[in-house]
């Protein structure tokens, strides 16, 4: 009798220690979860700040991490000078990245500087230089075209960021110029499946316009053919679909696009107040089937 209480104790105290053990296992788990905070790579601010520091343990692990500072900066020792003039109050407010002679990076990126020039955003850069010289402040446009230091990190850039990285980080960085499209981009088919379901398949803003040319896609023969990527059987109404289809949106100058806004308009609103009186129509049948249940059991008794 007694050896068998033993060992039944024994048996418990066993059960107990697992499930202990198991307990503290779950804990040991949540808390890794907790230390190491999910954050994907390009959630990360990349841009550029108007601070001097360089955070040199980020630096090491960029792209350029390998450069000297001197292969980027050369004349801040050259012609004697070592950094801005402290006197000279407006070279010293002036944003680095508005500053920077981005020709640099030509030497080692050509291709990628020869597609910048070809771009929208050049002939934009050279119309604010064309402004600039002018001197008219009135025809100073409200936003700046961006050089390569708005769309990437010089210290910090990465390679070998994932596709889905890369397009979900531009759509940002774009967005910040061109609101309302990120806005209506993020709304579209292709912005859902790219940025929130992390396709890689789907389309980012530079995959239609083209990643240093940004090219405008109001013609329809040079929308056409960026479609023409990935929807390879599409015919030329493709083009006609509105990818942009945001309030701000420049469409409305498009009486064919106009009209499809206005039909997917209808459609949208058909479909939610189709959904609702379904939803009303079950909603009340379950009230109905409750209420017979309830008038059964009270009649039963
Ligand atoms: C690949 C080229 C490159 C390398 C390498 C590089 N820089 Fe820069 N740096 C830039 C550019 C371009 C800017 C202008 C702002 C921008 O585009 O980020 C800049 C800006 C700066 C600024 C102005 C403040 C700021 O962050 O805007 C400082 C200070 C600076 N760099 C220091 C350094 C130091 C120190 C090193 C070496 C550890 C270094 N840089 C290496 C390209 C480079
Ligand atoms: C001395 C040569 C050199 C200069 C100058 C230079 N880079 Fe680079 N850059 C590199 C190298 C090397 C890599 C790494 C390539 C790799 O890992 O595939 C790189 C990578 C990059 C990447 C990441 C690309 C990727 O692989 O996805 C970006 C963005 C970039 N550079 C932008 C710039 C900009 C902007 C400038 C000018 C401020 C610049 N670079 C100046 C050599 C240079
Ligand atoms: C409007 C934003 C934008 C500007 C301005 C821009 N880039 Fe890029 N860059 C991108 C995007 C987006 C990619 C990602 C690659 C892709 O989508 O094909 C990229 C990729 C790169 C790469 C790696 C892939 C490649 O094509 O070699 C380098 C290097 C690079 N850029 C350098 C530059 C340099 C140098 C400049 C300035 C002349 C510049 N970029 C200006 C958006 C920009
Ligand atoms: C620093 C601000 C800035 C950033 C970042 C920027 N753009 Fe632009 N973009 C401009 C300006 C300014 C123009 C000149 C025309 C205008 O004012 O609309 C322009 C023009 C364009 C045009 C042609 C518009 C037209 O009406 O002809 C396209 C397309 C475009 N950008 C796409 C992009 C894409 C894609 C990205 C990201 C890879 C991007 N832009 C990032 C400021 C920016
Ligand atoms: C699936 C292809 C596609 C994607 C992805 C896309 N666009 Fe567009 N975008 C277009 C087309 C087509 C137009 C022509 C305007 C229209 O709808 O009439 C346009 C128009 C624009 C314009 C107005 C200038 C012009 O005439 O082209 C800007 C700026 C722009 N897009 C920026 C962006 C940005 C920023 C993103 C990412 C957040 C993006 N686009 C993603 C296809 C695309
Ligand atoms: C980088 C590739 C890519 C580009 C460029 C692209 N798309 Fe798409 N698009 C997709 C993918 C992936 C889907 C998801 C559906 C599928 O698998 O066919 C899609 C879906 C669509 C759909 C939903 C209906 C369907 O076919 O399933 C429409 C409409 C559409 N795209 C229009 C356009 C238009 C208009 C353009 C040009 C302005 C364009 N796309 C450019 C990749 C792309």
């Known amino acids: 009798?007694?050896?068998?209480?033993?060992?039944?104790?024994?048996?418990?105290?066993?059960?107990?220690?697992?499930?202990?053990?198991?307990?503290g296992w779950l804990i040991f788990v949540a808390w890794l979860i907790l230390l190491i905070?999910?954050?994907?790579?390009?959630?990360?601010?990349?841009?550029?700040?108007?601070?001097?520091?360089?955070?040199?343990?980020?630096?090491?692990?960029?792209?350029?991490?390998?450069?000297?500072?001197?292969r980027c900066h050369a004349e801040i020792t050259a012609k004697g000078k070592v950094h801005p003039n402290r006197e000279d109050q407006?070279?010293?407010?002036?944003?680095?990245?508005?500053?920077?002679?981005?020709?640099?990076?030509?030497?080692c990126h050509p291709e990628a500087y020869r597609r910048f020039l070809q771009g929208e955003h050049a002939k934009a850069l050279a119309k604010e230089k064309e402004i600039q010289q002018s001197g008219l402040k009135e025809a100073t446009p409200e936003r700046l075209a961006p050089t390569c230091g708005d769309c990437h990190s010089s210290h910090y850039a990465q390679s070998?960021?994932?596709?889905?990285?890369?397009?979900?980080?531009?759509?940002?960085?774009?967005?910040?110029?061109?609101?309302?499209?990120?806005?209506?981009?993020?709304?579209?088919?292709?912005?859902?499946m790219g940025v929130f379901l992390e396709k890689k398949a789907s389309a980012y803003c530079t995959d239609c316009h083209g990643a240093h040319t940004c090219e405008s896609l109001k013609d329809k023969q040079k929308a056409f053919e960026a479609c023409q990527r990935c929807h390879r059987n599409a015919t030329i109404q493709?083009?006609?679909?509105?990818?942009?289809?945001?309030?701000?949106?420049?469409s409305k100058k498009d009486p064919e696009k106009q009209a499809n806004m206005v039909l997917i308009g209808t459609i949208k609103r058909i479909s939610q107040i189709g959904t609702i009186i379904i939803l009303a129509f079950f909603a009340l049948q379950t009230f109905v089937w409750i209420l017979r249940e309830l008038h059964n059991k009270l009649r039963g008794r």
């Open 1 to 23: 009798m007694d050896q068998l209480r033993v060992s039944l104790c024994r048996r418990n105290t066993a059960k107990k220690t697992l499930t202990l053990l198991a307990h």
């Open 37 to 70: 905070h999910v954050q994907p790579a390009w959630s990360e601010n990349l841009t550029p700040s108007s601070s001097w520091f360089v955070d040199m343990n980020r630096f090491l692990k960029s792209a350029h991490g390998s450069l000297t500072c001197e």
């Open 90 to 107: 407006t070279a010293m407010k002036k944003d680095s990245v508005r500053s920077y002679d981005y020709k640099r990076c030509a030497a």
């Open 160 to 192: 070998k960021l994932s596709r889905v990285e890369i397009g979900s980080q531009m759509t940002e960085t774009c967005g910040k110029c061109h609101k309302a499209q990120e806005v209506s981009y993020l709304k579209d088919i292709h912005g859902r």
């Open 238 to 250: 493709f083009a006609n679909i509105v990818i942009h289809a945001g309030p701000e949106d420049i």
